[in-house]
T-cell receptor, first 112, second 110 residues
Framework: EAQVTQNPRYLITVTGKKLTVTCSQN?????MSWYRQDPGLGLRQIYY???????DKGDVPEGYKVSRKEKRNFPLILESPSPNQTSLYFC???????????FGPGTRLLVL | GENVEQHPSTLSVQEGDSAVIKCTYS??????FPWYKQELGKRPQLIID?????GEKKDQRIAVTLNKTAKHFSLHITETQPEDSAVYFC?????????FGAGTTVTVRA
């Protein structure tokens, strides 16, 4: 089954404790990206990756890191989480940015 | 960078009526405009998209129109049904970066 998976689905953590949210796709997609969803602000792109080892900033990259060492995986790293990073996070993949984005199930993060 | 504005933020319609959501974008180089639907507690899913070389596209009860000169595009849902109740997002991209609108919560009243 073609899918995008994210883990964990729910996470409660404390300020400053490094965390990683994993994202994996099995559709051989070149393009992957991370979004955060906040009430009234819609979906905002954090980082995107056009291919392995190629990543770039989206609209809200501050406080986040990503890596794309393999085509199928695109983890999101929060080196020192802060309460303003409490949000719902979605990973997505597609052939290119101009094709259907297939979203993962989302990760709900609470930073205390 | 690209800035996408979406209106209205909420929309309540009677079942069977039409719903229209409008978006404007700032970057004249943007050339791909998708619309996503997000049901409560679920992930966004593409419902329709349009490219800059096309003015209108239809898929059953859903249509999208694009006005490149005015830099705006709209989603039209006809004969609304309860299952159309959801949050709808427009988006725009010119290459690699994808910018979304803030979303429209559509409620279809029975």
């Amino acid at each position: 089954e073609a899918q995008v998976t994210q883990n964990p689905r729910y996470l409660i953590t404390v300020t400053g404790k490094k965390l990683t949210v994993t994202c994996s796709q099995n559709m051989n997609h070149e393009y992957m990206s991370w979004y955060r969803q906040d009430p009234g602000l819609g979906l905002r792109q954090i980082y995107y990756s056009m291919n392995v080892e190629v990543t770039d900033k989206g609209d809200v990259p501050e406080g986040y890191k990503v890596s794309r060492k393999e085509k199928r995986n695109f983890p999101l790293i929060l080196e020192s989480p802060s309460p303003n990073q409490t949000s719902l996070y979605f990973c997505a993949s597609s052939g290119t940015a101009q094709e259907t984005q297939y979203f993962g199930p989302g990760t709900r993060l609470l930073v205390l | 960078g690209e800035n996408v504005e979406q209106h209205p933020s909420t929309l309540s319609v009677q079942e069977g009526d039409s719903a229209v959501i409008k978006c404007t974008y700032s970057d004249s180089a943007s050339n791909y405009f998708p619309w996503y639907k997000q049901e409560l507690g679920k992930r966004p899913q593409l419902i329709i998209d349009i490219r800059s070389n096309v003015g209108e596209k239809k898929d059953q009860r859903i249509a999208v129109t694009l006005n490149k000169t005015a830099k705006h595009f709209s989603l039209h849902i006809t004969e609304t049904q309860p299952e159309d109740s959801a949050v709808y997002f427009c988006a725009a991209t010119n290459d690699y970066k994808l910018s979304f609108g803030a979303g429209t919560t559509v409620t279809v009243r029975a």
